[in-house]
């Protein structure tokens, strides 16, 4: 087994993890910065392309409480107002701060460029380029964890449990890939940066990471987690014809800048049919639009490869090889000419708003163990604002680096118990048969699919039911332990891992749909149809005994929001 030992754990390697480790590193901690893949080139952030939302004021008059209102509003009343607060006063500080670490956000008259977003009521959002942001800000961060001595990076190790001693995070332990050694890591703080869950899904547009394992994490920890059942569909993922090594989101920073038509197969732009048109310019928000999409192809009307229409092919081809000319090239190679041709799109999973709930300085209710990013939920409520991702990367990310550090500082040692531990570690031990165990690759696809079909856009209590029933049959499949072979990369292991995280968080967003029988935001429930007053409230999820539990909490006023 390898044991190590630090100060502040951090786990995963995004945005938002980087951001923490350097946060408490220039606190005085020596950290461990944590990943299953290559340090910064895994996760959302270096996969984003696009808008940084941020109040800056330099081109049109803003301040954050006009982001801060947009934000609420995009979350339809659910969202935590002390932590959007939060995260749209300190956004100015992280992008100037990235700016300063020359992060290369494009300007105009010596100010940095801002543009619009969908749900934003003025140009409030920076970039780098429009398909270059999230690589930038993920070499930026690289850059200044070389710059650090007191960070150790650490890849190919999958975290598999938080070790909790007397009711305080201690540490974790986890798996090095490559070896198939158990690994024990000591800290005196913790903090889970993992992303989301968008893996669940059939078609999405994260990386294979984003399976959900720090909701598991923190849930078997004790913490809790919160709106579990708002996943956002990104409207316009590439459908078809075929793109290769191009990002399947990539169509949103050519309708910023050029206007593309949404339309149907008769030729139609049809936004307008659900209760939002467009007038050349992108302004529909992502639920909407996703709805208008579905609606179209269940309508009959929808493309060949059962999406939508995106033209460009009223825009002249001089002004698309200004804008992109070089990604028009690219596109040219598939054989797709925007002059003459539109391409099919269709929602993708991107995003999602539930998470682990935390307080203000990112703490869970287990102390001693942080969350930041996308981990986090309650920020966004039933439906992000376009920009906000990275944004809550960098702000939720100092935080959490900066209060665990904080945490770290106080006290003399970790709190480490072997005993504590001895369960999680049960794991790595064990020497099951092999040909015991079920297809886990078949679990996974099924399992995909199976959330793309029952707990998409749009759902049903009949379908949610159905999904729940099928997941706890796999749960049952899937058994308490994993097999063993080849301890080298073992991909049977592997699959398991990511499969006991994946179907608990699968429930995890199946019962919370279940649960509200209302449509807001990203959940919309074709069988009660409406926004309800009396669904102003939070669910929460707990892991008690075995079993999930769910609780109900008002949702907090805006008012309440910490000055």
């Known amino acids: 087994m390898i044991q190590l030992e630090t100060d502040v754990l951090v786990i995963g390697a995004g945005g938002a993890g980087m951001y923490a480790a350097i946060a408490a590193a220039r606190d005085g901690c020596r950290v461990?910065?944590?990943?299953?893949?290559?340090?910064?080139?895994?996760?959302?952030?270096?996969?984003?392309?696009?808008?940084?939302?941020?109040?800056?004021?330099e081109q049109t008059p803003d301040h954050w409480e006009h982001h801060l209102a947009d934000t609420l509003a995009a979350g339809r009343g659910l969202c935590d107002p002390v932590l959007a607060q939060l995260l749209c006063?300190?956004?100015?500080?992280?992008?100037?701060?990235?700016?300063?670490?020359?992060?290369?956000?494009?300007?105009?008259?010596?100010?940095?460029?801002?543009?619009?977003?969908?749900?934003?009521?003025?140009?409030?959002?920076?970039?780098?380029?429009?398909?270059?942001?999230?690589?930038?800000?993920?070499?930026?961060?690289?850059?200044?964890?070389n710059r650090i001595d007191g960070i150790r990076r650490i890849g190919d190790v999958l975290i598999t449990d938080i070790v909790v001693h007397q009711g305080e995070a201690v540490g974790a332990v986890g798996l090095h890939l490559l070896t198939g050694e158990a690994v024990a890591l000591q800290a005196k703080s913790v903090v889970i940066a993992t992303?989301?869950?968008?893996?669940?899904?059939?078609?999405?547009?994260?990386?294979?990471?984003?399976?959900?394992?720090?909701?598991a994490l923190a849930l078997r920890a004790g913490a809790e987690l919160v709106d579990m059942e708002f996943v956002q569909f990104f409207p316009i993922g590439h459908l078809a014809p075929r793109m290769i090594g191009m990002d399947p989101i990539m169509w949103d920073p050519f309708r910023y800048k050029l206007g593309g038509r949404l339309l149907n197969a008769e030729g139609e732009e049809f936004a307008d049919r659900y209760g939002q048109a467009e007038?050349?310019?992108?302004?529909?928000?992502?639920?909407?639009?996703?709805?208008?999409?579905y609606k179209e192809v269940e309508a009959g009307r929808g493309s060949p490869a059962g999406g939508a229409y995106l033209s460009f092919t009223?825009?002249?081809?001089?002004?698309?090889?200004?804008?992109?000319?070089?990604?028009?090239?690219?596109?040219a190679k598939d054989g797709i000419d925007?002059?003459?041709?539109?391409?099919?799109?269709?929602?993708?999973?991107?995003?999602?708003?539930?998470?682990?709930?935390?307080?203000?300085?990112?703490?869970?209710?287990?102390?001693?163990?942080?969350?930041a990013g996308e981990a986090v939920g309650g920020a966004s409520g039933a439906?992000?604002?376009?920009?906000?991702?990275?944004?809550?990367?960098?702000?939720?990310?100092?935080?959490?680096?900066?209060?665990?550090?904080?945490?770290?500082?106080?006290?003399?040692?970790?709190?480490?118990?072997?005993?504590?531990?001895?369960?999680?570690?049960?794991?790595?031990k064990h020497r099951g048969n092999t040909a015991a165990v079920p297809n886990t690759a078949a679990l996974l696809v099924e399992l995909q699919a199976l959330m793309a079909d029952h707990a998409g856009p749009f759902r049903t209590e009949e379908k949610l039911r159905l999904a729940l029933a099928r997941l706890e049959q796999m749960q049952l499949q899937l058994g308490a332990l994993p097999a063993t072979g080849d301890e080298h990369y073992n991909m049977?292991?592997?699959?398991?891992?990511?499969?006991?995280?994946?179907?608990?968080?699968?429930?995890?967003?199946?019962?919370?749909?279940?649960?509200?029988?209302?449509?807001?935001?990203?959940?919309?429930?074709?069988?009660?149809?409406?926004?309800?007053?009396?669904?102003?409230?939070?669910?929460?999820?707990?892991?008690r005994d075995g079993e999930l539990s769910l609780a109900r909490v008002p949702a907090a006023r805006p008012a309440e929001a910490a000055r």
């Open 89 to 145: 006063q300190n956004a100015e500080l992280r992008i100037r701060e990235m700016d300063a670490w020359k992060v290369g956000w494009a300007r105009e008259n010596g100010h940095l460029k801002q543009v619009y977003a969908p749900g934003h009521d003025r140009a409030r959002c920076v970039y780098v380029d429009f398909l270059n942001t999230g690589p930038a800000v993920s070499r930026t961060l690289r850059t200044q964890l």
């Open 492 to 543: 049977l292991r592997l699959d398991w891992l990511d499969l006991r995280n994946m179907l608990l968080v699968a429930q995890c967003v199946v019962r919370a749909a279940i649960e509200r029988k209302e449509s807001r935001g990203a959940h919309q429930r074709e069988d009660c149809p409406g926004m309800l007053p009396e669904w102003n409230l939070n669910q929460r999820l707990s892991w």
């Open 383 to 428: 439906n992000r604002l376009s920009g906000n991702a990275i944004t809550e990367a960098f702000v939720f990310g100092e935080r959490a680096g900066t209060t665990a550090a904080a945490r770290a500082n106080a006290r003399t040692a970790s709190g480490w118990n072997e005993k504590a531990a001895a369960s999680a570690l049960e794991l790595f």
């Open 279 to 293: 007038s050349g310019n992108y302004v529909l928000t992502r639920d909407v639009a996703t709805y208008a999409i």
């Open 338 to 371: 925007l002059t003459k041709m539109p391409v099919e799109v269709a929602p993708i999973a991107h995003y999602h708003m539930g998470g682990v709930r935390v307080d203000a300085s990112m703490e869970t209710r287990v102390p001693n163990l942080f969350a």
């Open 195 to 215: 992303g989301g869950l968008t893996r669940l899904y059939r078609r999405n547009s994260g990386s294979l990471n984003m399976g959900g394992d720090g909701y």
């Open 314 to 331: 009223h825009v002249p081809e001089a002004e698309l090889r200004k804008s992109f000319g070089p990604v028009i090239d690219r596109l």
């Open 32 to 57: 461990q910065l944590i990943d299953r893949s290559l340090i910064g080139r895994g996760g959302a952030t270096v996969m984003a392309q696009m808008t940084v939302s941020v109040a800056l004021g």
